[in-house]
């Protein structure tokens, strides 16, 4: 059974490989609106769409957090920065792991609360900003900070070109640790995917699992 999950991440990860291949210079999947609005909890939803959820799930519950995400748990509306199924395949591949309980119960809990806001956040609220960092200064402009379940985050939008000309592309949303030079911005793949309990935002493929939990 070990190897059979681990031969479906490969394949998964080199599934991944080949669409990034096909994405815009920008390294975006313009997933969009991704069926935006969802009658039952958040929960129920990863359940309508076990490509990308099903480890997602596992992952919840092997850190003991279902309450966040079912509406049962102190928070009864949230933004889940979510990490898809391509994501935590290729961190077991990363790490040797044949499957999602091998993790670390305490790495599971930091990333998810790491990435979970207790209220509910649409990208039309995020104001445009920029995050830069030389050597070890961090500059961030603009944007929003808002209170994770643990730590601070910064969102910013960035509008892409459009046919050479500035400012007149498609809007991104990024997110990145408030304050921290050596971690790095993550993108927001599909936007607004609202449940009755809270926004998922979905994160891209090719997300850093590392990155999340440096100094959490």
């Given at each position: 059974?070990?190897s059979?999950?681990?031969?479906?991440c490969?394949?998964?990860?080199?599934?991944?490989?080949?669409?990034?291949?096909?994405?815009?210079?920008?390294?975006?999947?313009?997933?969009?609106?991704?069926?935006?609005?969802?009658?039952?909890?958040?929960?129920?939803?990863?359940?309508?769409?076990?490509?990308?959820?099903?480890?997602?799930?596992?992952?919840?519950?092997?850190?003991?957090?279902?309450?966040?995400?079912?509406?049962?748990?102190?928070?009864?509306?949230?933004?889940?920065?979510?990490?898809?199924?391509?994501v935590?395949?290729?961190?077991?591949?990363?790490?040797?792991?044949?499957?999602?309980?091998?993790?670390?119960?305490?790495?599971?809990?930091?990333?998810?609360?790491?990435?979970?806001?207790?209220?509910?956040?649409?990208?039309?609220?995020?104001?445009?900003?920029?995050?830069?960092?030389?050597?070890?200064?961090?500059?961030e402009?603009?944007?929003?900070?808002?209170?994770?379940?643990?730590?601070?985050?910064?969102?910013?939008?960035?509008?892409?070109?459009?046919?050479?000309?500035?400012?007149?592309?498609?809007?991104?949303l990024?997110?990145?640790?408030?304050?921290?030079?050596?971690?790095?911005?993550?993108?927001?793949a599909?936007?607004?995917?609202?449940?009755?309990?809270?926004?998922?935002?979905?994160l891209?493929?090719?997300?850093?699992?590392?990155?999340?939990?440096?100094?959490?």
């Amino acid at each position: 059974m070990a190897s059979t999950i681990k031969n479906i991440c490969k394949g998964v990860i080199i599934m991944v490989a080949v669409v990034f291949c096909s994405c815009t210079k920008y390294e975006y999947i313009d997933g969009g609106l991704a069926n935006g609005v969802h009658d039952c909890s958040m929960w129920d939803y990863f359940h309508t769409n076990g490509y990308d959820w099903d480890s997602t799930k596992v992952m919840i519950e092997h850190a003991g957090m279902k309450s966040f995400f079912d509406g049962t748990g102190e928070y009864k509306q949230i933004t889940f920065f979510g990490i898809t199924n391509h994501v935590i395949c290729r961190y077991l591949l990363e790490k040797g792991y044949t499957r999602v309980s091998d993790i670390d119960v305490a790495d599971c809990k930091k990333l998810l609360e790491a990435l979970i806001v207790p209220k509910r956040l649409m990208t039309e609220e995020i104001p445009e900003g920029r995050r830069l960092v030389i050597k070890d200064n961090i500059t961030e402009e603009g944007g929003a900070v808002y209170e994770s379940v643990r730590g601070e985050l910064f969102l910013w939008k960035l509008q892409d070109p459009y046919q050479g000309m500035e400012h007149a592309g498609a809007f991104h949303l990024y997110i990145a640790i408030r304050n921290n030079e050596k971690a790095k911005p993550e993108v927001v793949a599909s936007s607004n995917i609202q449940t009755n309990n809270g926004v998922v935002q979905s994160l891209n493929y090719d997300f850093n699992v590392s990155n999340f939990l440096i100094n959490r």
